[in-house]
């Protein structure tokens, strides 16, 4: 494989380039006429324009792209995430076109992206699955009769698609009929499949993912897990590896169960088992996605493996170099997703021209990103801009590193979600690890972030006092004072 197209833009083009040119393979980027100063276009060794900044009009130009293929003599095409990664028609367009796609098959993209018939599938490999049914369920009778069966609250939940559309949580039963409706037309405007169904709502869960890559040659190995529980409208901020409650025993049950949806998919290349995780500790299949997952660094800082590179490996038709056994845990890793948004203002997106942009440059800290100063963030696309990950040799000290890069890294021009980032490392609960898909619900408010503020305040007067009245050297417990010496220094 001499030449590969990024099917994406942003920082997952940034990433893709960057490991093709260690492999020594070319890089061609597309771009939107919205990109065009893009880093991505400005790294890759060939550049076209696919297109007017809406995405349906170029980075959904799946013709366009697979003529740009043929006429520039491209061997692969890796679809990052999003746009037409996890699309199968596009996976067998670009197969008939005679061009490698570094991904799974249209078949296993297909089956796992119905979470209906993918809950069907695993569940003959023996695979949890949350108590409810795994078809679609249009008669109101039927549905009030499975929620009656698996008790309230239920999550009615679209078969089709992802980040939060078209699902409901219902607690009382009379609202069951008209939230089932909103969900069904949620669905269908989202993802042109009305089809739901029913399941338990797990009232406290933590969302737990493996990470997985399978070769063409009957090998699949588990890379350990992602905690995944910090999200905002079911989509993730703030992302670990290794979680903090997995013990060895559940990590092996939960790694076993995702190489099973592998085999039960015939899976190939890397992939992610995505399970909900409740408060007793009993696991639950969530979905798959099949693709690279966008916080896939924590994964690659605690196993020393380019996750990449395995994948051009892997669409090149090599065998994995390794065995179950050879995956390790070195360390500790955690990322922040900056995105352009409010997150005081219930995490409103926003747009803007970043004015300054320094970040941290720690040897512990990676940061996958696209912009730079004069950037200007568009409306069009995610409003995600960087990934800001840090690298500990143990929990506390991934934490406290966090923060010291939080609080060295500057940007101006855009709201960002830096200062949640600095919040949720300070705060008890995530620094304890007790906490789930709930801690920006229970925590996250303007008391919250008031009172932890005025700790940091009074933490810095102390601090001032003793040392430069007293001339006292002092040492302030935990992060409080790793957060004031850097934001002051």
Not at 34 to 57: M, T, W, Y
Not at 94 to 121: E, H, N, R
Not at 318 to 330: G, M, R
Request: charged share 25%; hydrophobic share 40%; aromatic share 8%.
């Amino acid at each position: 494989m001499n030449k590969i197209l990024i099917a994406n833009r942003g920082e997952i083009a940034v990433r893709v380039i960057k490991t093709c040119q260690k492999m020594g393979i070319s890089t061609v980027a597309i771009y939107s006429e919205a990109d065009r100063n893009s880093k991505h276009v400005q790294l890759a060794d060939e550049a076209f324009c696919v297109g007017p900044a809406a995405s349906i009009e170029s980075y959904l130009q799946a013709e366009k792209i697979i003529q740009i293929c043929k006429d520039n003599h491209v061997d692969g095409i890796h679809p990052g995430y999003g746009f037409l990664s996890e699309n199968a028609n596009f996976v067998k367009a670009v197969q008939k076109a005679g061009i490698t796609f570094i991904g799974p098959s249209a078949a296993a993209i297909d089956l796992m992206g119905s979470k209906i018939a993918s809950k069907q599938a695993v569940e003959k490999y023996g695979v949890p699955l949350v108590p409810g049914i795994n078809h679609a369920v249009e008669d109101i009778t039927e549905a009030a009769d499975v929620a009656n069966q698996i008790g309230y609250p239920v999550l009615v939940k679209a078969s089709a698609g992802g980040g939060g559309k078209g699902m409901r949580i219902v607690h009382d039963p009379q609202d069951l009929e008209s939230q089932m409706r909103t969900a069904q037309s949620e669905a269908q405007s989202a993802f042109g499949d009305r089809s739901v169904f029913i399941e338990k709502f797990v009232t406290k869960p933590r969302h737990i993912e493996i990470q997985l890559i399978a070769d063409n040659h009957g090998n699949v190995v588990y890379l350990l897990e992602r905690e995944c529980s910090i999200q905002r409208r079911h989509q993730k901020l703030v992302e670990e590896a290794p979680s903090a409650v997995l013990t060895p025993a559940l990590r092996k049950a939960m790694g076993e169960a995702a190489v099973n949806v592998a085999k039960a998919c015939n899976y190939s290349g890397a992939g992610t088992v995505e399970f909900l995780l409740d408060a007793d500790h009993q696991f639950y299949f969530l979905e798959m996605n099949t693709r690279l997952q966008v916080e896939h660094p924590v994964t690659e800082l605690i196993t020393g493996l380019d996750l990449v590179a395995e994948q051009i490996k892997v669409a090149r038709n090599e065998p994995l170099e390794y065995v179950q056994e050879d995956i390790k845990a070195h360390g500790h890793a955690i990322e922040l997703r900056l995105t352009a948004e409010e997150p005081e203002n219930n995490f409103v997106p926003a747009i803007g021209t970043i004015e300054k942009y320094q970040p941290p440059q720690e040897d512990w800290v990676r940061l996958d990103d696209f912009v730079y100063e004069g950037y200007e963030i568009p409306i069009f696309y995610d409003n995600m801009f960087a990934k800001l990950i840090v690298w500990g040799e143990d929990r506390t000290q991934a934490i406290q590193r966090m923060i010291v890069a939080c609080n060295q890294f500057v940007i101006k021009g855009v709201p960002t979600t830096l200062d949640f980032g600095r919040f949720v490392m300070q705060h008890p609960k995530f620094v304890d690890g007790d906490f789930d898909t709930n801690f920006i619900a229970q925590y996250y408010t303007p008391e919250a972030r008031a009172e932890q503020d005025a700790a940091i305040n009074k933490a810095a007067a102390l601090f001032t006092y003793l040392e430069f009245n007293e001339h006292k050297e002092v040492k302030i417990a935990q992060h409080a004072s790793t957060a004031w010496r850097q934001r002051n220094s």
